[in-house]
């Protein structure tokens, strides 16, 4: 806080120069003559008052709205006095100094030029908001100490970011040391006083006067959780160097024990990344030793490459879900040990590849931990336009292994060459491809033995344009038609007796009425003799080119029955048709956004997939989101997010994921924020149901004084998680 204001005490002062006379009743303003050699100074000063008086040789005095200026710098007084023996300046009565748009003001000012030094009694200063700084700043001090070499010392300081004449949160410093040169700050005997009451202090504290890191302890976090109880952690910062820093956080668990955590950051021109490493000894509920260790480095190397690492462990299936507060972590099944080296031009890009698993299990439902590709190599070639064609190679080799399942390597190759024909009104793309996929297998005792499946497919995908001006609501748009055809086919394949390594159906959806292919991993391929008939509309605002809804129905019919299937028992699609299905989504008005979407199965005169979003915001920090999502069977569930504000400053949050199946809540949140302009707190309870179907519950609060630090578990990302469109309450206009 010192580090603009007090420097400006450190402009120099001078002898007045020859002319100025006793008694003169008028405003003067000179070019001030330059200081004496042995004061290293060569900027220009300018001194006005409206009265100068003195000798040259011993002592001037200037009184009455008296101003001296110096490189952007400014004091201002009532009175003048400049002793030339002693190199000695005494400002007195309003002393203002202006630096940079800082501000300090003081009853009364000695300073002492060739020394550099001087003391300012009873100073005020006040720091206005920049980019740099957030929130502007004031605060005062008994007395300032200027002791040269751009070091300063406050006594009995005290600093705020709330405005006059509000006190919500003061510091209070016994003693403050500026180091301007170095840009360091000394405090001893700090203590933030918040709404009357003491709630930290520190005998000794260092820190940066800029936004340089430093090392330090950073503001302590403080929360609650049902699996682990109250908790406390202490983070210590070490910044190791400017490219380098780490992190080490003691942290206590009431019911579990002391946690140590540890974060190494490195950044480098060529490669960066980050590590992470958590121990829990003795955990008072389990009797173990518990950790996590986590990697993730990325580097660009030589001729085009590049090497990604990202690598995780943990010492039990359940630490996640007893030691985070965090839904994304708790149900997390599988840990990745990934290593990534590619290629990349403007052709060809391929990928070699090295990925294991550490499978969490629940004990109540195991699952089967994925396959270890050791290695999986990738190649794609891109060419288009080439002899008016687009031309498509991929590639893939993997060996798969597996404690307990059949293992062996699969090799593919994909090649596909397409002609697209464009017109303003319409277009038509013929494609034509050929998969290829060859298998050697170890012994198994599931009779797969090695075999190769050749597979030709041909699509054919057209669409034409229409469009009109319409208009409703009082409002003008353009509203376009777009029919569209896709046929596809696929001969068949008996594929009963080729393994399963990495495939999946594709759910039903937008994407699958326009794919040549039902699976995706490369086991199967998926027969076709069909046509998907579809229609879009959309809705566009003409002087925007914004689109304000777009609709669009389709379905796909089938001229043979489907026969390949991912697994040999399970029965193929029936019928001559899919479902039908519809979407629709867009921005409708400035306020007001929905997204829906309908399977519909006219067979059986029924939906069987329903999912509608809608979004109310009319303004930053005003969002309301209601959700309902619909699978025959399966899932039934209502979701309620939003962010409201209820008073100035006061804006309440909450969500409630019910699942009508079940009858029970999956996800609930339930919090507020208050906004003081100088200061925020934020609370926030959560609720969830992890992997395992345990129920976890957390408590969030945080306390931010602007300007100085945050104090508590922050919420922010829990809020972001569980509401669409959420804004912190200090990024809200006003």
């Not at 300018?46 to 490189?71: C, H, P, Y």
């Not at 509000?166 to 933030?192: F, H, M, P, Y």
């Not at 596909?416 to 013929?430: D, E, F, M």
Request: with cysteine; aromatic share 10%.
């Amino acid at each position: 806080m010192a580090r603009r204001v007090l420097p400006l005490v450190l402009a120099s002062m001078c002898a007045l120069p020859a002319g100025a006379q006793e008694g003169i009743p008028l405003r003067l303003e000179r070019r001030l003559a330059p200081p004496p050699p042995r004061i290293e100074r060569d900027a220009v000063r300018f001194l006005s008052a409206d009265r100068i008086t003195g000798d040259e040789t011993k002592q001037v005095t200037a009184t009455g709205n008296v101003a001296i200026r110096q490189r952007g710098a400014a004091i201002f007084a009532d009175r003048l006095e400049y002793d030339v023996q002693a190199d000695t300046a005494v400002a007195t009565g309003n002393v203002r100094l202006e630096r940079a748009g800082d501000t300090v003001t003081g009853p009364r000012l000695v300073y002492r030029i060739d020394e550099g030094t001087g003391e300012m009694e009873r100073p005020l200063f006040a720091i206005p908001k920049t980019e740099e700084r957030r929130s502007a700043s004031r605060g005062s001090a008994e007395r300032a100490l200027l002791e040269g070499d751009e070091k300063s010392r406050l006594f009995r300081a005290e600093y705020t970011t709330c405005p006059v004449p509000r006190d919500d949160w003061v510091l209070r410093v016994a003693e403050l040391e500026i180091d301007g040169k170095n840009q360091v700050g000394t405090a001893w005997n700090s203590a933030v006083h918040f709404l009357g009451v003491p709630i930290l202090y520190s005998p000794w504290l260092s820190f940066p006067i800029n936004n340089a890191r430093k090392t330090g302890f950073l503001a302590p976090t403080l929360g609650s959780s049902g699996q682990s109880g109250f908790e406390f952690a202490l983070p210590w910062y070490w910044n190791i160097a400017e490219n380098q820093d780490a992190t080490i956080t003691p942290k206590i668990y009431s019911k579990r024990g002391l946690q140590v955590g540890g974060e190494y950051r490195y950044l480098r021109p060529t490669f960066s990344g980050q590590a992470d490493a958590e121990f829990l000894p003795n955990d008072s509920i389990t009797g173990t030793d518990r950790y996590l260790v986590a990697l993730r480095h990325s580097q660009r190397l030589p001729l085009g490459l590049s090497l990604a690492v990202n690598a995780q462990k943990v010492s039990d299936n359940d630490y996640f879900r007893d030691l985070s507060t965090r839904v994304a972590s708790t149900s997390q099944t599988n840990l990745p040990r990934d290593v990534i080296v590619g290629y990349q031009d403007d052709v060809w890009s391929a990928t070699a590849r090295a990925i294991a698993y550490q499978t969490l299990q629940d004990p109540l439902a195991p699952v089967t931990s994925p396959y270890r590709q050791l290695p999986q190599i990738f190649v794609t070639g891109l060419k288009q336009d080439l002899y008016g064609a687009d031309w498509l190679l991929g590639g893939e080799y993997a060996n798969y292994k597996h404690a307990t399942l059949v293992t062996g390597q699969r090799l593919i190759a994909y090649p596909q060459v397409s002609l697209p024909l464009r017109k303003p009104w319409g277009y038509v793309t013929p494609k034509a491809g050929f998969h290829y996929t060859s298998y050697n297998m170890a012994a198994n005792e599931q009779g797969y033995a090695d075999a190769t499946r050749s597979v030709p497919l041909a699509s054919v995908d057209a669409g034409l344009f229409f469009d009109r001006p319409w208009s409703f609501a009082g409002r003008d748009y353009y509203q376009t038609l777009e029919p569209r055809l896709f046929y596809v086919y696929v001969p068949y394949r008996d594929q009963t007796r080729l393994p399963n390594f990495s495939t999946a159906e594709v759910d039903f959806g937008t994407n699958a009425l326009f794919r040549e292919n039902r699976f995706i991993g490369g086991d199967r391929v998926g027969d076709a003799n069909q046509v998907t008939m579809a229609v879009t509309s959309r809705l566009v605002e003409p002087a925007s080119g914004l689109e304000r809804l777009k609709a669009t129905l389709g379905q796909i019919y089938y001229f043979e029955p489907q026969r390949v299937t991912l697994d040999p028992a399970a029965k193929p699609r029936e019928g001559s048709k899919s479902d039908l299905l519809a979407l629709v989504t867009g921005q409708v008005t400035p306020t007001f956004a929905l997204d829906a979407s309908l399977a519909y199965d006219a067979g059986a005169n029924r939906a069987r997939q329903f999912d509608v979003a809608a979004r109310y915001s009319p303004q930053p920090g005003r969002v309301l989101n209601a959700a309902y999502r619909f699978t025959r069977d399966f899932v039934e569930q209502v979701d309620i997010s939003a962010q409201w504000p209820v008073t100035a400053g006061l804006n309440l949050v909450g969500r409630w994921n019910w699942s009508v199946q079940d009858r029970k809540l999956i996800e609930g949140l339930a919090g507020f924020e208050y906004n003081a302009g100088c200061w925020e707190i934020r609370a926030v309870a959560h609720r969830f149901i992890t992997a395992t179907q345990q129920v976890s519950t957390s408590f969030q609060i945080q306390l931010e004084l602007s300007g100085l630090s945050r104090i508590g578990i922050n919420p922010l990302e829990t809020l972001r998680q569980n509401i669409s469109g959420y804004r912190r309450s200090d990024e809200i206009a006003r």
